[in-house]
Nanobody
Framework: VQLQASGGGLVQVGGSLRLSCAASGPISSAHAMGWFRQAPGMDRKFVGGILWSGGSTRYADFVKGRFTISRANAGNTVYLQMNSLKPEDTAVYSC?????????????????WGQGTQVTVSS
């Protein structure tokens, strides 16, 4: 499985961005996708994730109500819609896929990782 994240950029406080993660390869209903972020000098943190089958989602507390994860109706693309962005949301955002049908916040749950995309929120 290969993952390609895109959509990052520079946005002002309060603005919105939509990140995409395109997956190629054998993705099945038994998989889950997670989004993580890493700010400079910080550990990578779980942002949220979605089950490939059924679309159930899970979010970190610090993004609840602001970020939404969804799947494209066709194809293997997952979106991270980010609204009401804050300076502390500045980070490199990465997507990852697990071969297990559960959205975990643990990095080692995920088997495949894409390269990150930079999100910068200016104040």
């Amino acid at each position: 499985v290969q993952l390609q994240a895109s959509g990052g950029g520079l946005v002002q406080v309060g603005g919105s961005l939509r990140l995409s993660c395109a997956a190629s390869g054998p993705i099945s209903s038994a998989h889950a996708m997670g989004w993580f972020r890493q700010a400079p000098g910080m550990d990578r943190k779980f942002v949220g994730g979605i089950l490939w089958s059924g679309g159930s989602t899970r979010y970190a507390d610090f993004v609840k109500g602001r970020f939404t994860i969804s799947r494209a109706n066709a194809g293997n693309t997952v979106y991270l819609q980010m609204n009401s962005l804050k300076p502390e949301d500045t980070a490199v955002y990465s997507c990852a896929v697990s071969r297990n049908a559960f959205v975990s916040s643990a990095e080692n749950w995920y088997h495949y990782w894409g390269q990150g995309t930079q999100v910068t929120v200016s104040s």
